[in-house]
């Protein structure tokens, strides 16, 4: 028999249509021969299953079921490619534990912290991981530039703590720009983090669990077009996403066993993509993605292929190890 498989997407965030156009390639791409796969839109108003034709039937939070047609409908297992909230910071992970449904990304602590990247890199450091020197702010906090800047240098970026995708981020050349970088970054979230600028090879990895294995895929160099890897360049083509990445036999060893070793430390499961800068040969942690973009054109299905592994046989594979 046929599992049922919700394929989650949209969300309440700016990464809302991203995550719309993930969800839809992974019904593209899911065997119809293996699984009944049901699209499911979440948003802060509804959710509800949109059929072929377009209509919307809702879903029933208090089981996460579908009434169709006379059946109702319970899944087996949820594809969750929702990025940011509820989808990335543990919301929906939570939910589903609590209802005993199996998910494909990692479990809600999980989420939520790597989701914050604060208090991510925070954890991470006691275990010798390199991340560039930060500052944090609160909504409501006082801001006083020339400390900020004399802690972490010219140029700084600026960032939304928990948000993805580059939204509600800037890179700041002058103290004097900094607080409307601040301000961009606060409607976006209310916690911000304000970094140090790393001059090196930015890197993506994507981490896997694949066939009971965890998996580094092959590395992806990220050359912007643009100042840094913002909105623009990672999704409207003004950058260039190079797989394999151009780097030396030893600056790939030292960055492949890092991501893994982040991947175990956390307990990761599922799909994640997490983003390094290379300075000389010593890879520097930016952030964890847990619920990483999947379109044909997002970087983690292109390292897949590279691998040798379809998009059939990667979503078909984050459903197998779910339900294993």
Same mark, same amino acid.
């Given at each position: ?79 969750? +490619? %929702?990025?940011?909230?509820?989808? !990335? #910071? ?7 534990? @609590?209802? $005993? ?79 409307? +970088? %601040?301000?961009?970054?606060?409607? !976006? #979230? ?7 600028? @790393?001059? $090196? ?124």
């Amino acid at each position: 028999m046929k599992k049922n498989i919700a394929i989650i997407m949209g969300g309440h965030s700016s990464e809302h249509d991203i995550s719309i156009k993930s969800g839809n390639v992974v019904y593209q791409y899911l065997s119809k021969e293996k699984y009944r796969t049901f699209r499911i839109h979440i948003t802060e108003n509804k959710w509800v299953y949109l059929s072929e034709d377009g209509s919307e039937i809702p879903i029933d939070k208090s089981d996460f079921s579908l009434k169709m047609e006379g059946e109702k409908i319970h899944f087996d297992c949820v594809f969750n +490619a %929702i990025h940011g909230t509820p989808g !990335e #910071d543990g919301i929906m992970q939570a939910y589903f534990q @609590l209802l $005993g449904i199996p998910q494909t990304s990692c479990a809600h602590y999980q989420a939520a912290l790597t989701f914050n990247k604060r208090d991510l890199l925070s954890v991470l450091k006691p275990f010798g991981i390199k991340c560039a020197k930060s500052y944090y702010i609160n909504e409501g906090d006082s801001i006083n530039a020339d400390e900020i800047i004399n802690h972490v240098g010219l140029p700084c970026f600026v960032k939304a703590n928990r948000a993805g995708s580059s939204y509600g981020i800037s890179k700041v050349y002058k103290t004097e720009d900094l607080d409307e +970088a %601040i301000q961009k970054s606060l409607k !976006e #979230d209310h916690q911000v983090l304000i970094e140090s600028f @790393l001059e $090196g090879t930015e890197v993506s990895v994507g981490v896997i669990t694949y066939r009971g294995e965890v998996k580094v895929l092959p590395l992806t160099e990220i050359v912007s077009e643009n100042d840094f890897f913002d909105y623009e360049a990672k999704y409207l083509g003004q950058s260039q996403e190079i797989t394999p990445a151009r780097i030396s036999e030893v600056q790939e060893k030292n960055v492949i066993q890092l991501a893994a070793k982040i991947y175990k430390i956390l307990g990761l499961k599922g799909y994640t993509r997490s983003e390094f800068i290379l300075l000389g040969d010593e890879p520097y942690l930016l952030e964890v993605n847990t619920t990483p973009g999947l379109t044909e054109e997002s970087i983690l299905p292109q390292q897949a292929q590279a691998a040798g592994i379809s998009l059939e046989e990667l979503f078909h594979s984050a459903i197998e190890e779910t339900l294993r």
